[in-house]
């Protein structure tokens, strides 16, 4: 199946079904509790919805497959039954294949298929999500995050050509509809300037790759310190990451993936004069 992204942005909004998600571990960790808040999340205009059994934080703890799939699976079947566009978030061939066959029609995988060589063979006839990550892990991942005074942060076209190997490792009828995410704060650091840089060039990213392009800035790091907010602010947080998802829209982002969907897609509308 094809999923095309409309004329206006597509709202990606977040059903973590974790204990240890960096803004909402645990909140939803109950299916019913995940299920309510999707259905939530639609009322409020989510496009879709994309629901994660295991963190992809620096703090996280890695889970089996099993543990992700008894999280996320119940509740990707309900909220599909009741008619939602469902993307699995998911870096595991089996949690994605099993995800599918319960109804999701999308694989938000932030590895690009480099944590399980297997997932390029799980996609079927869904629409795959390669987000932009250097590493074999999580761990790994925020391991090897540019450090330092001197370290240079990976600019768009770099981001762009390690996308495109990601892509051409995929069946081609996946990769000619597949999206690309540039995976803001993956491997990036928490520095707003290095982050900012990628999520301006979204649109020239999508040229380059000729995909759609997700973008994914709520709530992380580099929002908190590019708009000065504190710890304990997390109206402000929100805030400041619909103004960085507007920026994304703005320079040609065409899905925006968030937490508070309600307040995005009324700045959307605003924005796009819906």
Same mark, same amino acid.
């Given at each position: 199946?094809?999923?095309?992204?409309?004329? %206006?942005?597509?709202?990606?909004?977040?059903?973590?079904?974790?204990?240890?998600?960096?803004?909402?571990?645990?909140?939803?960790?109950?299916?019913?509790?995940?299920?309510?808040?999707?259905?939530?999340?639609?009322?409020?205009?989510?496009?879709?919805?994309?629901?994660?059994?295991?963190?992809?934080?620096? %703090?996280?703890?890695?889970?089996?497959?099993?543990?992700?799939?008894?999280?996320?699976?119940?509740?990707?079947?309900?909220?599909?039954a009741a008619g939602a566009m469902v993307s699995i978030d998911t870096t595991k061939a089996v949690v994605a294949r099993a995800a599918v066959a319960a109804g999701a029609r999308i694989i938000n995988d932030v590895s690009g298929g480099l944590f399980d060589?297997?997932?390029?063979?799980?996609?079927?006839?869904?629409?795959?999500?390669?987000?932009?990550?250097?590493?074999? /892990?999580?761990?790994?991942?925020?391991? /090897?995050?540019?450090?330092?005074?001197?370290?240079?942060?990976?600019?768009?076209?770099?981001?762009?050509?390690?996308?495109?190997?990601?892509?051409?490792?995929?069946?081609?009828?996946?990769?000619?509809?597949?999206?690309?995410?540039?995976?803001?704060?993956?491997?990036?650091?928490?520095?707003?300037?290095?982050?900012?840089?990628?999520?301006?060039?979204?649109?020239?990213?999508?040229?380059?790759?000729?995909?759609?392009?997700?973008?994914?800035? /709520?709530?992380?790091?580099?929002? %908190?310190?590019?708009?000065?907010?504190?710890?304990?602010?997390?109206?402000?947080?929100?805030?400041? /990451?619909?103004?960085?998802?507007?920026?994304?829209?703005?320079?040609?982002?065409?899905?925006?993936?968030?937490?508070?969907?309600?307040?995005?897609?009324?700045?959307?509308?605003?924005?796009?004069?819906?």
């Open positions: 199946m094809t999923i095309i992204p409309t004329t %206006r942005p597509l709202v990606m909004g977040v059903v973590n079904v974790t204990p240890d998600s960096f803004s909402d571990g645990g909140q939803f960790l109950d299916p019913d509790a995940a299920v309510a808040h999707g259905l939530q999340l639609l009322r409020d205009g989510a496009d879709i919805l994309d629901v994660g059994g295991e963190a992809t934080n620096p %703090r996280a703890i890695a889970v089996t497959a099993d543990e992700e799939l008894r999280r996320a699976l119940p509740v990707v079947e309900r909220l599909a060589p297997d997932m390029a063979d799980a996609i079927g006839d869904a629409t795959y999500i390669a987000g932009h990550l250097r590493g074999r /892990s999580i761990a790994e991942v925020f391991a /090897s995050e540019p450090m330092g005074p001197t370290a240079r942060p990976l600019d768009w076209a770099t981001v762009a050509a390690e996308l495109a190997a990601r892509l051409a490792a995929l069946p081609a009828t996946a990769r000619e509809r597949a999206w690309v995410d540039p995976g803001l704060g993956f491997g990036k650091g928490a520095d707003p300037d290095a982050n900012l840089a990628l999520l301006r060039h979204a649109g020239d990213l999508g040229a380059r790759l000729g995909r759609p392009v997700v973008i994914g800035a /709520s709530r992380k790091r580099f929002v %908190r310190r590019a708009f000065g907010v504190r710890d304990d602010d997390a109206a402000g947080l929100d805030a400041a /990451s619909v103004s960085a998802s507007l920026e994304a829209i703005a320079a040609g982002a065409n899905v925006v993936r968030v937490h508070n969907v309600a307040l995005l897609r009324t700045a959307v509308a605003l924005y796009t004069k819906e």
